[in-house]
Nanobody, 117 residues
């Protein structure tokens, strides 16, 4: 069973870079056909898809976030990292790491990040 755990600072100041790590267990992030996605949910709003990194290392970002987002990986640690730059209070949200394989999806528990001075 694939399990995902998000980690990172719970408070980030405006204009700084938000950095989160997703640690994957129960499977390798390089396993064929797996995609590792970042999704967030602002308070009182719906889910927003940010981007993903695939098993081959390819990345794709939502146009809404592309200019200030980077998703990378550390295969030696089996981790996926999200960096979101120039954050504002509107980036306050619960951030989720999601592993997908065909029709299957494995969600982390999510981590709340608050952007505030």
């Amino acid at each position: 069973q694939v399990q995902l755990q998000e980690s990172g600072p719970g408070l980030v100041k405006p204009s700084q870079t938000l950095s989160l790590t997703c640690t994957v267990s129960g499977g390798s992030i390089t396993t064929n056909s797996y995609y590792w996605r970042w999704i967030r949910q602002p308070p009182g709003k719906g889910l927003e898809w940010i981007g993903y990194i695939g098993y081959s290392g390819s990345t794709y970002y939502s146009p809404s976030f592309e200019s200030r987002t980077s998703v990378s990986r550390d295969t030696s640690k089996n981790q996926v990292t999200l960096q979101l730059s120039s954050v504002t209070p509107e980036d306050t949200a619960v951030y989720y790491c999601v592993g997908s394989y065909n029709a299957m999806a494995y969600w982390g528990k999510g981590t709340l990040v608050t952007v505030s001075s």
